[in-house]
């Protein structure tokens, strides 16, 4: 069985995207075989990887408008593309029974093929999002130390435990971890210890840092450690995944 993880939040802009394509990557160069899902409507995760114009997505394939295609991105890296026609999947499934459960079911036959399956949740708690819950093993959220951060991640929580007791009973908080982290900045820094005080157990010691590459390297359809080895981006996302492996 893949361990499968989902990066949510329900703020856009926290870091979600990047944390699933570096971490992704990070995965793939230690060794593990990863497929990346790219569940937002805004397909910032498959344009970042440089696909451009995918043929097939996973929205065709929840629709089973074809079979589920997987295009390579780099050795054991692998993405189902996103489409902005996701934003309909509420309209057009929100009826069906077994709503919740089409990503899972769509996932399953790719178990074999993977370590690790990465999804990347829109910033929204929609139908999208519950199914990437419903068949995920790990959640983890990245969170900007700012003010509200914490309301958002409130929210998070709450609908975990109510996945927990309806859809999935697995279901697993891996982790909170700070995105676009700038010590210098007292506020950040005070919210940080803010939300470690609360969610101690949570909270992991690995911390993105704010870092322009990170920002760049998508531009150029590349991960941080293909884009910038030595930046402080591929320091804190290695050190990240290291993190994540032991838990
Ligand atoms: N650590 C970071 N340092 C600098 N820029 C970042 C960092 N993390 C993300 N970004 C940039 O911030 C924006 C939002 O990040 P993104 O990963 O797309 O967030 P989300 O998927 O949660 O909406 C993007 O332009 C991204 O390149
Ligand atoms: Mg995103």
């Known amino acids: 069985m893949s361990k499968i993880i989902a990066f949510t939040n329900q703020k856009g802009g926290v870091g979600k995207t990047t944390s699933a394509a570096n971490i992704g990557a990070g995965l793939a160069r230690a060794g593990h075989r990863v497929l990346l899902v ?23 394939a929840l ?57 990347d949740c829109p910033p929204a708690l929609g139908l999208i ?19 509200y951060a914490t309301e ?5 929580l709450e609908m975990v435990a109510r996945v927990k007791r309806r859809l999935n009973p697995g279901l697993k908080v891996g982790g909170i971890f700070f995105t676009r982290f700038d010590s210098r900045k007292v506020l950040r820094r005070e919210t940080a210890e803010v939300v470690r005080d609360k969610y101690p157990d949570l909270v992991l010691t690995s911390t993105i840092r704010e870092a322009i590459a990170l920002g760049e390297a998508p531009h150029l359809g590349q991960d941080i ?17 290291k993190e994540i492996l032991t838990r």
């Open 38 to 60: 790219d569940l937002d409507p805004q397909v910032n995760l498959t344009h970042g990887l440089g696909l451009l114009d995918a043929e097939f997505n996973v929205y065709g």
């Open 63 to 119: 629709l089973h408008e074809y079979k589920v295609k997987a295009y390579p991105i780099q050795e054991r890296l692998a993405l189902i593309a996103g489409s902005p026609t996701l934003s309909s999947f509420e309209k057009v499934k929100g009826d069906e029974l077994d709503r919740e459960f089409l990503l899972k079911d769509l996932l399953e036959p790719l178990h074999e093929r993977c370590d690790y399956i990465l999804l």
């Open 129 to 147: 999002t519950l199914n990437a819950y419903a068949c995920a093993t790990d959640l983890y959220i990245p969170l900007e130390a700012q003010l």
């Open 152 to 156: 958002g991640l409130e929210k998070v």
């Open 225 to 241: 450690f293909s884009y910038a080895p030595t930046s402080a981006g591929a320091a804190d996302y290695e050190t990240l995944v």
